[in-house]
Every structure is written in C-alpha cells, then in structure tokens.
C-alpha cells in the first residue's frame, strides 16, 4: 500500500470505528505528538485507545491528502455535534505500509481570534 493510501485508510478506518483496523496501520512502537495541548502518544494501543475513548458525536470528512514520498499531509475536519467543529494538519511517516510517527495539530474552527489590527487586511472564513 502506498503512503497516501495508508493515511486514508486510517481516516477511513477511525470514521468506521474500527478500532482493530486502525491498529494494524500503526507501528507497535509509533509516537504521536499534539503539539497544541503538549501531548505526545507513545505506543499503538494508546493512540487507539485515546482515539476510541474521545466522546461520540463526532464524523472525519477528509479535506486532502498530499503525499511525499513516506511522508504523508492530511488535512480533516472533525465536526462534532456538541464540542465544535475541529480541523487537524497531520503529518505522517509511512515506512513499509504502517505509520511509524505522526505529528497533529488539532484547533477548533475559530479558537485563534483574529485580532482587530489584521480587519483592513483579512477576509473572514
């Protein structure tokens, strides 16, 4: 499989809640960093528990993947019915059809207020 269709395929598999299906694209090893809440995951059955323990109510629609050789982008968007709508830049290392290491960063649409200085200059989303 190829990197981009391993990361999709983790997309798919978290929206389907297959819990095992996510696990077998994981390295045993994998460490993944939230940089915004200062998080790092070490381990598959972690980043699979914290991933299936997150409060239901959510869906992943899938904005884009662009890969780079065994590095993987991804860019979702994560509604949820009472927490907001999130979005997340994934970056992903693909070696040999699993992820050996991501780095995520997670917000929620409108977390970051734009400051009234930039109004002259910006378009609202």
Same mark, same amino acid.
């Given at each position: 499989?190829?990197?981009?269709?391993?990361? %999709?395929?983790?997309?798919? %598999?978290?929206?389907? %809640?297959?819990?095992? #299906?996510?696990?077998?694209?994981?390295?045993?090893?994998?460490?993944?960093?939230?940089?915004?809440?200062?998080?790092?995951?070490?381990?598959?059955?972690?980043?699979?528990?914290?991933?299936?323990?997150?409060?239901?109510?959510?869906?992943?629609?899938?904005?884009?993947?662009?890969?780079?050789?065994?590095?993987?982008?991804?860019?979702?968007?994560?509604?949820?019915?009472?927490? #907001?709508?999130?979005?997340?830049?994934?970056?992903?290392?693909?070696?040999?059809?699993?992820?050996?290491? #991501? %780095?995520?960063?997670?917000?929620?649409?409108?977390?970051?207020?734009?400051?009234?200085?930039?109004?002259?200059?910006?378009?609202?989303?």
């Amino acid at each position: 499989m190829e990197p981009s269709e391993t990361v %999709r395929t983790l997309w798919d %598999r978290m929206q389907q %809640r297959d819990w095992a #299906g996510v696990g077998d694209l994981l390295a045993d090893d994998v460490v993944v960093e939230w940089p915004v809440s200062g998080e790092r995951i070490v381990g598959r059955e972690n980043y699979v528990r914290v991933n299936a323990e997150y409060p239901e109510g959510w869906s992943i629609d899938v904005l884009r993947v662009v890969p780079s050789g065994e590095v993987v982008v991804s860019e979702v968007e994560v509604p949820h019915v009472s927490m #907001g709508i999130h979005r997340v830049a994934s970056f992903w290392t693909v070696r040999d059809g699993v992820i050996t290491a #991501g %780095r995520e960063y997670w917000t929620e649409l409108g977390a970051d207020p734009s400051p009234a200085w930039r109004a002259p200059f910006v378009q609202r989303l």
